[in-house]
């Protein structure tokens, strides 16, 4: 009696099954065998399209149709699916897709489909209560965009069945791809093509003795826009073809009209059997309807609703936060090199200004403690400044003794004194000039010098320790930047050339230097031309600033910083010093009044405003550099007036 109390609810289950699967008439939609239940599809919008959606699944429901499409879908969504069927029979679907900027898209969901009060009877017919009966298939789904513009895409689902009380589970797996190809020709233009491949690992069911392995489903799928347009009407065409192992040949087709990408109309063919369908979207959300018969025996036609919402950032914003927070890195990174740089060049700087002065070498030593004392601003109280400021003034008075000392002497007292006098003036020029590595300047100011005394030794003696220099800095430079050139830091190899070339060398030098440029500026990277850039921008040097930054767009047009960067550097490489005239004039003059005010934003505001009209205006240009060191001085101490 137990045994065949149990053929008959599996009689019972195996006619629902048939019901679901369109296969209880041998001339219709299938033949016999088994198969899912579930091969009818889930959501509105592709059931509305008569089923056509293996080649744009670009909401959750990819998850089912082609997991391929998953990698599409810019912000992580979740799609909601429910409708009812005969028997009072609930079908349901709930997906979940999180895309992810380099590793693809990971889906997860859950379709199912159940009922209560199905009629328990024994051999006798004899009724013995009800029942429910339940199936779920649940989704581990992951799918990726591929090279070649080919995506593709799996699902490992977990099958479950509940017949009574009689329960049974088994796993199988999916695979889907997708092409979506670059065409120009516009009959080709955004055709996407999708396959998938339904149970390539069938979930394998068993009752009683037997086993069931769920047969294979294929579809193969395209769409075409017909009508495309940004933000006016869409039109879309939709197909698909669909062969099963136990299951005859299908197809399905759809249409669908977008108006400026709120609301949608649906009309499709599910193999022979009219559906439509409609859609809205508001914000984030998405609501979409559809009406029809999921096979040609249904007596009645149901109503299937879908809901869809999109969360968090999309894709592009996720790598644009991505990338800023790249450059952000870069930048500090500069900003640290230029410290240790700095740190590292006044330790040296102080260390070969005592070795020269000790030698009583003070013309050396003078320049490297003018070095070291540029930094007063930018270290107040630090030791090495000071230190550095004092032995200026003793370097001064000392070679002022000395210049005294060798023109105190002569009979001529006149002649002497303004010899003495015009020597000590060209020699402080060419001392400032020499400090300045401006040799060629401060050489000609001592060749001046021999002019009036020949034979003069301090003239002598600092014109050939300048060649030496000069030679000497010039070979160190060069050597120094083939060495950084070799460890590819190519970058500050062409700084340190840079230095060489201010040395104003021979022809032949220029021309080397020039060559080895050109070699390491073509194998600069982004980042390398980013932090070149920069490095000349806080140098103030913005004709190479502007020249580095613009090579860096070359890489990456698109970035905002860094052709901010360029612009800015622009306009003050071009900058000249040109009148301002009437209401740019007012303007200017306004701006100057409001600053004095010590209200800096609101000046600097209005120069920049007026900087637009007239971009290359020195005027402008070095009060809005004014203005915007008057802004970092309050940031860096609040509390000074």
Do not use: C
């Not at 045994?3 to 195996?14: A, D, E, G, R």
């Not at 859609?279 to 149901?302: R, V």
């Amino acid at each position: 009696m137990k045994t065949t109390k149990l053929i008959k609810v599996f009689i019972n289950f195996f006619l629902i099954i048939l019901m679901f699967a369109g296969i209880a008439q041998a001339g219709d939609e299938g033949s016999a065998g088994v198969h899912s239940n579930f091969i009818h599809g889930v959501g509105a919008r592709a059931l509305a399209l008569g089923n056509a959606y293996v080649a744009v699944p670009f909401d959750a429901s990819a998850i089912y149709w082609n997991p391929a499409g998953m990698d599409y879908i810019d912000y992580k969504n979740a799609t909601s699916f429910y409708t009812n069927l005969p028997f009072g029979t609930n079908f349901y679907f709930l997906g979940y897709v999180h895309p992810t900027i380099i590793s693809g898209a990971f889906g997860v969901g859950i379709v199912g489909y159940g009922g209560d009060g199905v009629d328990i009877r024994d051999g006798q017919n004899v009724e013995g209560g009800t029942g429910s009966y339940s199936e779920q298939i649940v989704y581990f789904a992951y799918g990726k965009q591929l090279p070649w513009k080919i995506s593709g895409g799996v699902n490992f689902k977990i099958y479950h069945q509940n017949l009574l009380g009689n329960t049974a589970t088994s796993v199988g797996m999916d695979l889907g791809f997708l092409y979506r190809p670059d065409f120009t020709n516009s009959l080709l233009s955004g055709l996407s093509v999708g396959m998938t491949i339904q149970n390539f690992v069938g979930p394998r069911m068993k009752a009683g003795t037997d086993v069931d392995i769920f047969p294979v489903n294929v579809r193969l799928g395209l769409a075409k826009p017909i009508l495309t347009n940004e933000w006016g009407p869409q039109l879309t065409f939709f197909m698909d073809v669909e062969q099963g192992e136990r299951v005859p040949f299908k197809y399905h087709a759809g249409t669908e009209y977008v108006f400026q990408n709120k609301a949608m109309l649906r009309v499709g063919m599910n193999n022979n059997q009219l559906a439509f369908g409609i859609g809205a979207t508001f914000q984030q959300f998405q609501l979409d309807y559809s009406f029809g018969k999921f096979a040609s025996h249904e007596l009645n036609s149901s109503h299937r609703i879908s809901f869809t919402v999109k969360f968090g950032k999309s894709k592009d914003e996720l790598i644009q936060i991505a990338e800023n927070k790249r450059i952000e890195e870069i930048q500090a990174k500069v900003d640290q090199e230029l410290y240790i740089e700095r740190e590292q060049k006044i330790d040296d700087a102080m260390r070969k200004a005592n070795e020269f002065f000790k030698a009583e070498d003070y013309a050396r030593a003078n320049r490297e403690y003018t070095f070291v004392a540029k930094f007063e601003d930018d270290l107040p109280g630090d030791s090495r400044v000071d230190e550095a400021k004092k032995q200026r003034e003793h370097i001064e008075q000392t070679m002022e003794q000395k210049i005294k000392q060798t023109y105190a002497k002569g009979e001529e007292k006149k002649r002497i004194h303004e010899e003495k006098n015009r020597l000590n003036q060209l020699h402080k020029q060419a001392m400032a000039y020499f400090e300045e590595e401006y040799y060629e300047k401060a050489i000609e100011q001592w060749e001046k010098m021999l002019d009036i005394s020949p034979g003069n030794p301090i003239a002598t003696r600092h014109i050939e320790e300048a060649k030496e220099d000069i030679e000497r800095k010039l070979l160190s430079l060069i050597n120094r930047a083939d060495a950084l050139a070799k460890q590819k830091n190519y970058y500050a190899a062409i700084r340190v050339l840079d230095s060489a070339r201010r040395l104003n060398p021979d022809d032949k030098r220029i021309q080397l230097i020039d060559k080895r440029v050109s070699q390491y500026d073509k194998r600069l990277n982004f980042d390398d031309l980013y932090q070149q850039g920069y490095r000349y921008y806080m140098t103030k040097d913005y004709k190479n600033a502007k020249d580095s930054f613009g090579k860096a767009l070359a890489y990456q047009p698109g970035n905002k910083k860094v052709k901010k960067y360029f612009l800015d550097s622009k306009a003050r490489a071009n900058a000249k010093k040109e009148p301002l005239t009437g209401a740019a004039k007012e303007e200017w003059l306004r701006g100057t009044s409001i600053f004095r005010d010590g209200k800096y934003k609101e000046a600097l505001k209005i120069w920049e405003a007026l900087l637009e009209k007239h971009p290359y205006n020195k005027y402008i240009l070095d009060n809005i550099d004014m203005a915007r060191e008057r802004i970092d001085q309050q940031k860096r101490s609040p509390y000074q007036p």
